[in-house]
């Protein structure tokens, strides 16, 4: 619950091939973010399909229930393109000509496909009487903007992503649903990302911000990549803008979470590492076992990661750790290839052989079979090789998520694990 | 639109960081697939917040309106996880323990974090009354399925992917829908990937099909790991099933596409390649610079890919493809260290180094800088080694889509040529 009164919002997405699961919704997303940077709180998704009546029934249901509420999909000119007269429809208008659009349409179908432009094609220039008229560069719908009767301002826009962008972006769109924010523009937004510890810990560590700050708001999420809390802030009346608070918000967290916190907003570990590098001037290289490339692959996300990354070593097989590594034979026969020994060895083997200043190598059950007793699924070995030697840790991934996110949360640690070091933080603790 | 009567479904999401756009709701699309397959028709989609009184409030107006209703997300160990308790309240009863459920997430939080559990953890082993308790394996929340006082079938899961997923395959999620299907069955849906084509050349082929056909109906969309094309059919009064319908569709998908076509359904490329190699007990390795360990991640997805993969190289940086690979450093003086010649030098070099029967590799501009007007952002290419000598194949990657997105194809055409050549299809073409 928002403590201003922000204006709300409804996004409603139309079309069979959306509730088919053919293709996936992007729109709602995006639309959302924008939504929420003007100062509007998105209080629903809606999606439905295209049959008769679908859309006179919800937006029955939706009028007045939000200040805005915008929709994609059903603007096109086939038959299922229903939204021009159930709009019309539900408002008890007729359509109305946008001025010269019939024109336009049937010069750009002339233009383009040598013949005459059929009716439904034609009828894309149509919209209900009393509606804003609201242009689409990227496409032949136009879009429009209508205030329904219980007082919903209604911004109706085309599926395809180019074509309601144009709309929204550059047809007025925006500026139709912005009358309603009032200078809202009252909201703010940042994310906190964290590794090295489960949720609960981090949960543990801001419960009471969690539970009762209502400006900002504050959200846990996880997933394989790590921990990240939300920060939600309002304007109030009187009181600090939101970026200021979450400002203050910032500094509160830094105290409370200290070296777990890795980053905000867009930033990616993996990002965070090659700056690290980058700054520092250093290089570095990788070994790896149970993660099977994700590492390097994380790494070489980055867009001028060749400046610090020297490549590296998939060794899945023993006979590889041994003969492209120069790790013991002696240490896997006694340690076992899953071990605080076998891990240091790689990583200073990567390094040496490598020339690099750094090594980072993970070796451990990924399953989802091999696991023993005492060598469980999830259960991953992760080395860093220095200019002041090699060390290793242990840590017990959420095994229960699969053999995918094992390998992810490998990752990640190893980044962080090489993180801390580079920024000169306590080590990654092993997680018994 | 569906022909036949058939009863009907409403996926909820719930999640104020689904509203506020921050992470992309997966979890419906895939489970309006599944329940299409089931026989039930998808109404609609609502995502929804967690704010107090948001479920209660849904649950009012979906309940009565569909056969059955699934959620996700809500059910976790947080205070905002409010599924269980609104449930509960709306349907007025009690919260109820899943027998033993407790004790185990008791045991389960002392193994992991070495303390006591704190109560909001426990909570999660707590159902409303009168539902069915639905295990999750992969996550510590329980699912549940109840019927609503108005008659709809409610199946809650939690929002994590791999936890939904669980509940719903293995934990008895769908099973508890699929009497409320009974024997629909009447609709079924099956998908068809390809690979070394682009998306409007695969069109070409089946232009017809996608136009007229109208039972199944055909669909097509294209990403970064290639084109799939889409079969819906819908069982007809006096006509064949839909799986005969299907069968067919596929024997004619195949006669279209030829080689092209990899897998269908579930199947992925990595997939198709690992149970290839086992079925010949044949070992690969990988050379991997532009796509920098994309190759090795894929083959090691699979699980049990250790039988087959042997490990590789990530050669990012030329001294290390000279020092690795024993790439010859005039190769690279002469030709660039993208060019046909040192693709085939680093499979050549890996297979030997590796002692694999086949290795593939892959060096290219995956941009967004470093192209040149002789070799643009997106040249890629792709070297396969075997038992009969190496070769190189070039390919020309859709580059606006981005690096990641570069690399992402190259890896499916690496795996895409090392498919070929181990069913004995045609090469993979060059892409001009």
Redesign the interface.
Known sequence: ?SPARQPEAVVL?IG???????????N??????EL?RMGFV????????D?PGDLQRALG?LDGSASVLISTGGLGPTADDRVRAETAAYAGVNLQEVPGAVAALTQLFLRNLREEAPKPFLAQGFVPGDARPIANAAGSAWAFVLDLPRGTRYLAMPGPPVECRSAFHDGGGAAALAERAHGAAGVA?R?FHTAGA?E??I??KIREL??ESENPRY???A?ARGVTV?A?AFAAEGGPSPETLLDAASVTLRERLGELLWGSDADTLPEVVVRALVARGASVT?A?SC???????A???V????RV?????????NE?KVR?LGVAEALIEHHGAVSEEVAIAMAAGARER?GADWAVSATGV????GGSEAKPVGLVWIGVAGPEGAWAVER?QWA??????V?QQSVRDALDALRRELSGQPRLPP??
Request: charged share 20%; aromatic share 6%.
């Open positions: 619950m997405s069979e091939e959306l509730l088919q699961g053919r293709i996936a919704d992007g709602a997303r995006e639309f959302a973010q929420l998105v209080r629903r998704f809606l999606t439905i399909g049959a249901e937004f994310s489960a609960s810990a949960e543990a969690l539970a959200g846990i999420t997933n939300s939600l990788v790896e993660t099977g490339g994700r590492i390097a692959a790494i070489t996300s867009p001028g990661s060749s990354f020297r490549g590296g070593w998939i060794c899945y097989a590889s492209e490598g990924a399953g989802p079979d017990r229960r998520a699969g053999r995918s996110s390998q997680r018994p």
